[in-house]
């Protein structure tokens, strides 16, 4: 699709309040996971959504292991960039219905994204590095971000900062929570060691390790 139809943040989270309880939205797409009792009903209900998606002309990111389905959702445009659109919506409420029909319970709290943040003082140069190390090919920088189209990776981004001599953390990871479970992993990590950096608001929490070492805490409450 082209010019997708695409969704801003707080649309995208409205829409999931009404009536998508199944589902929360992370750095791109949004997700729902299930709980399966074995592989077979788990393969029967992958093959269901399958289905449905080649019925809408979507193709979702399917994943079936050991007790869970999961489903993500997202339109990818002409470069490459992923976002939610009303299509996106319109078969989620399709994939909510199948997985009730067959009784298998959504568990929001066990959905996660990881990415990866890196300072760099110049994204042009040092992107095609990422991209063609972690994909095969310099040519997946989208929109600033490194983003494998195979899925097989992590996504990568860049955060601006001065020049600076080693040795200083320049990676850091961004793990993506549904937002009711960010602040018991807060706690959690807390508890074992790690130290609170700064609480910006609901949509990110910087932690460190006991080394120092940090990670960002991200859910998409308060984001635009």
């Known amino acids: 699709m082209d010019q997708p139809d695409k969704l801003r943040n ?17 750095a791109q797409p949004i997700v729902a996971r299930y709980r399966v009792p074995g592989i077979e009903e788990g393969a029967a209900f992958v093959a269901a959504v399958a ?8 193709e979702p990111e399917l994943r079936l292991g050991p007790g869970f389905a999961e489903v993500a959702l997202c339109t990818v445009d002409a470069d490459g960039g992923r976002w939610v659109t009303t299509a996106d919506l319109d078969l989620a409420r399709t994939v909510s ?5 067959r009784g298998l319970p959504a568990v929001p709290g066990d959905i996660t994204q990881l990415e990866l943040g ?9 992107g095609p590095f990422w991209s063609a190390l972690l994909t095969g090919s310099p040519d997946h920088v989208v929109h600033g971000d490194v983003m494998d189209p195979a899925q097989r990776v992590p996504n ?12 200083r953390q320049r990676w850091h990871p961004d793990l993506w929570l549904a937002p009711e ?11 074992a060691g790690g130290e609170l950096v700064v ?7 910087v932690l460190a390790d ?3 070492n940090r990670v960002c805490v991200c859910t998409a409450e308060g984001r635009d």
Do not use: N
Not at 118 to 126: K, M
Not at 156 to 167: K, L
Not at 181 to 191: F, H, K, M, T
């Open 10 to 26: 707080p649309e995208i989270l409205a829409a999931l309040a009404d009536g998508l309880g199944d589902w929360r939205r992370m």
């Open 51 to 58: 289905e449905a998606a080649r019925g809408a002309g979507r």
């Open 97 to 101: 219905e199948l997985a009730a029909r």
């Open 118 to 126: 890196l300072d760099a003082t110049d994204f042009d140069r040092v």
């Open 156 to 167: 990568v981004w860049f955060q601006r900062t001065d020049a600076h001599e080693a040795p």
């Open 181 to 191: 479970e960010a602040e018991p992993r807060i706690r959690a990590a807390l508890a």
């Open 199 to 205: 609480r910006y608001d609901a949509s990110c929490t």
């Open 210 to 212: 006991p080394e120092g």
